[in-house]
């Protein structure tokens, strides 16, 4: 049992250093991918916008579009949008950046 507990100790020390490494992704990224997506897909997003393409982008885990979509989401909904509007919106910026899941 404490064997189990100390390797948990250890892939959630190995997942906050990389949460950290994300969070020192190169800040002009954001600002380069906002012109690739305005160039290849004809939409502008704005800079909050980007920088959660651009983490979901970069980091491996499976779960990262569902977290990219939901805090998008939540930034359309703070500025006005419905929720079905706003989820809506999301999931089809991700899925045109990022791509669908090939799961």
Same mark, same amino acid.
């Given at each position: 049992?404490?064997?189990?507990?100390?390797?948990?100790?250890?892939?959630?020390?190995?997942?906050?250093?990389?949460?950290?490494?994300?969070?020192?992704?190169?800040?002009?990224?954001?600002?380069?991918?906002?012109?690739?997506?305005?160039?290849?897909?004809?939409?502008?997003?704005?800079? &909050?916008i980007a920088k959660y393409i651009?983490?979901? +982008?970069? *980091?491996?885990?499976?779960?990262?579009?569902?977290? $990219?979509?939901?805090?998008?989401?939540k930034l359309l909904q703070e500025?006005? &949008?419905?929720?079905?509007?706003?989820?809506?919106? +999301?999931? *089809?910026?991700?899925?045109?950046?990022?791509?669908? $899941?090939?799961?």
């Amino acid at each position: 049992m404490l064997m189990v507990l100390s390797r948990k100790k250890d892939i959630n020390s190995i997942v906050a250093e990389r949460r950290r490494e994300l969070r020192d992704l190169p800040t002009v990224l954001v600002p380069v991918w906002q012109i690739k997506i305005r160039e290849r897909f004809g939409i502008s997003v704005d800079r &909050e916008i980007a920088k959660y393409i651009v983490l979901a +982008a970069h *980091e491996n885990g499976t779960w990262k579009r569902q977290r $990219a979509m939901k805090k998008i989401e939540k930034l359309l909904q703070e500025r006005g &949008e419905s929720k079905e509007n706003s989820a809506r919106i +999301a999931k *089809e910026i991700i899925d045109l950046v990022i791509g669908s $899941a090939e799961y």
